[in-house]
């Protein structure tokens, strides 16, 4: 486990300067003491009492989307829906370097390597910044933006990111869009602060029972509509845990240590495995794959910037 992050402390890096605006209206930010201002609409975004920059909206904001309608059921035909298997041309060695354990190595095989060094990602709802170190490996200028969290470097919200157009190469969003009020609003500006051809990793409830307000948990094809309506390409949407161990874990059983969750479900586990081998010899179409969507927990997704 990594180290606690630390708010980001003023004055602010230029590089970070660079990319910021006004979440109300996309203005320059300029420092001011320790606070920023918005040279267009003179906001003033002071620091929170752990010395965060506070760029979470001051005000409403209206917020309007065009959805594309009359698609159909069509589309789906260049995801990846399996379980994700580890690239076998990974662009960045993480070996050596103590990682969460939500960061599989089939996972971290896929993470992309900074074009240039330094160049900026963000870490969209990054909770403490533990995703600092494997970010940084990669060689990238880590942003780590949370709505409400005393160690996150930076605080926002989701749904009005603080940053000007096409600003990072990568974006990670880990566990965080079933925590999203409006999620086609923060995947449209995950979209908008991204490259042309930039990367969007992340993960999102499906199974896992109602969390820390979780909103909209998202089925794989929930997950690849919405991306696709927010402009990206998706590449890969893979079952993540089973929903029995979720649901045991958070819901059944919360608090039992894992193992014996494990000993708990054991007796349904096998039942349901044995079922579902069986009916794969007697039903065309329950094949292992469609087992592992229809009971996952989560979705780990892997999108590209599609200009
Ligand atoms: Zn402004």
């Known amino acids: 486990m990594q180290s606690p992050d630390r708010p980001q402390t003023f004055p ?15 203005g320059s930010l300029g420092e001011n003491g320790e606070a920023l201002r918005c040279a267009q609409c003179g906001v003033e975004y002071q620091t929170t009492k752990s010395g965060q920059p506070d760029l979470r909206l001051r005000a409403e904001k209206q917020a309007t989307i065009t959805f594309t309608l009359g698609e159909g059921f069509g589309g789906t035909e260049s995801v990846d829906w399996q379980p994700l298997r580890a690239n076998p ?55 780590g ?3 409400d969290n005393p160690q996150a470097p930076l605080l926002g919200d989701a749904h009005a990111l603080p940053f000007r157009d096409g600003s ?9 869009l079933e925590h999203i009020r409006h999620p086609a609003v923060m995947l449209r500006e995950a979209h908008r602060v991204l490259r042309p ?14 969390h820390e307000i979780s909103y909209q948990h998202h089925s794989h094809m929930g997950v690849w509509s919405a991306l696709r309506q927010a402009g990206f390409e998706v590449l890969h949407v893979a079952p993540g845990w089973d929903g029995l ?16 969750v494990r000993v708990a479900t054991a007796p349904l586990w096998l039942l349901h495995r044995a079922w579902w081998w069986l009916l794969g010899k007697l039903r065309p179409g ?5 087992r592992r969507q229809i009971a996952a927990g989560a979705f780990t997704f892997i999108a590209r910037h599609r200009s």
């Open 245 to 260: 161990t979720a649901q045991a874990r958070m819901a059944l059983l919360p608090g039992w240590p894992a193992a014996a």
């Open 197 to 210: 051809g930039g990367m969007l990793i992340g993960s999102v409830s499906f199974q896992e029972p109602f």
């Open 145 to 147: 933006l949370d709505y």
């Open 89 to 143: 041309h990974p662009a960045v060695d993480f070996s050596a370097l103590t990682v969460p354990n939500h960061f599989t190595p089939e996972l971290l095989s896929h993470f992309p390597k900074a074009p240039t060094p330094g160049a900026p990602m963000l870490d969209l709802g990054c909770g403490t910044g533990l995703h600092r170190a494997v970010c940084e490996r990669a060689g990238f200028f880590y942003v």
């Open 12 to 26: 602010l890096p230029a590089d970070l300067l660079a990319i910021l605006a006004c979440p109300a209206c996309a």
């Open 168 to 176: 990072f190469d990568f974006i990670i969003s880990i566990a965080v």
């Open 286 to 290: 329950w094949e292992e794959l469609r």
